[in-house]
């Protein structure tokens, strides 16, 4: 069997003495676009923190481009290019766009790299390189979301988690993250796992999806399949 780019293979999670994954697989090939959906609370930012050494699984394994990262804490993740771009965006809001981005060159790569990141990122969001020495707090919500997928990209991620980026935001700066995010895929061969509770748009731009419901994987497929499923239309798609 020949072993996927990325695989989270059957993990485990507990908190204190509470299971809130049970089995949970998923995979990517190298550049594919995967995307997690499921209700809140369903297990989906457990599921990618996971993924991304953030908390420890029990039991399974993370395997990524044939090294098994199982038990590694988050900085051998992030040294192997697993990048996660959190929930609620975690700025920090009395450093400038600039220092913000600095922060995310976190390998030993990204840092030797970062001046000519800055300049792909500036590239992408002419906006940020216009507000590059404004306080991150004071951001709009939109901007602040460009900030935070571009501190993850100044990582050099191969494998970039996102974790609701849509949340609160406008559709077109959405869209605007979501066409950059593609164009990395299908340029530098970049894969992605999308968390999203926009469960249309998120299979929009995915190649395949998984659905979580109560820590379990229940439904899975290609975007496609997932679209036309009538399980995910009727309990996601809202007809
Ligand atoms: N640090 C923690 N300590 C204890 N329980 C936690 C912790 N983080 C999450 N949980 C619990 O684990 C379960 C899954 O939470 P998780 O945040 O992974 O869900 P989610 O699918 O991301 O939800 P949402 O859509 O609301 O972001 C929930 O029942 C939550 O209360
Ligand atoms: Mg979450």
Redesign the pocket.
């Given at each position: 069997m020949g072993e996927k780019y990325f695989q989270v293979d059957k993990i485990n999670v507990k908190?204190?003495d509470?299971q809130?994954l049970w089995d949970v697989s998923f995979e990517a090939d190298q550049g594919e676009i995967i995307a997690l959906v499921?209700?809140?609370?369903?297990?989906?930012?457990?599921?990618v923190?996971a993924a991304g050494g953030l908390?420890k699984v029990y039991d399974g394994h993370i395997r990524f481009d044939g090294k098994d990262l199982t038990g590694g804490n988050c900085r051998k993740f992030i040294d192997y290019g697993v990048i996660l771009c959190p929930?609620g965006r975690q700025l920090f809001p009395n450093m400038t766009v600039y220092e913000n981005l600095e922060m995310g060159a976190c390998s030993k790569e990204a840092e030797s790299r970062k001046k000519e990141t800055i300049e792909k990122i500036y590239s992408w969001f002419p906006k940020l390189k216009e507000r590059s020495s404004q306080m991150a707090g004071t951001l709009s919500g939109g901007e602040q979301q460009m900030v935070a997928f571009s501190r993850g990209m100044m990582g050099l991620p191969k494998l970039f988690m996102m974790?609701?980026p849509s949340l609160g935001l406008a559709p077109t700066i959405v869209d605007d993250i979501f066409r950059i995010a593609k164009k990395v895929a299908i340029e530098e061969g970049l894969t992605i796992v999308l968390?999203e509770?926009d469960v249309r748009k998120a299979l929009k731009l995915a190649d395949r999806g998984y659905v979580?419901e109560n820590?379990v994987i229940n439904i899975s497929g290609t975007a496609q399949e997932l679209m036309t499923n009538e399980e995910v239309k009727k309990a996601y798609l809202g007809f």
């Open positions: 908190y204190g509470i809130v499921g209700s809140n609370g369903a297990g989906k930012s457990t599921s923190k908390v929930e974790d609701e968390v509770q979580l820590g």
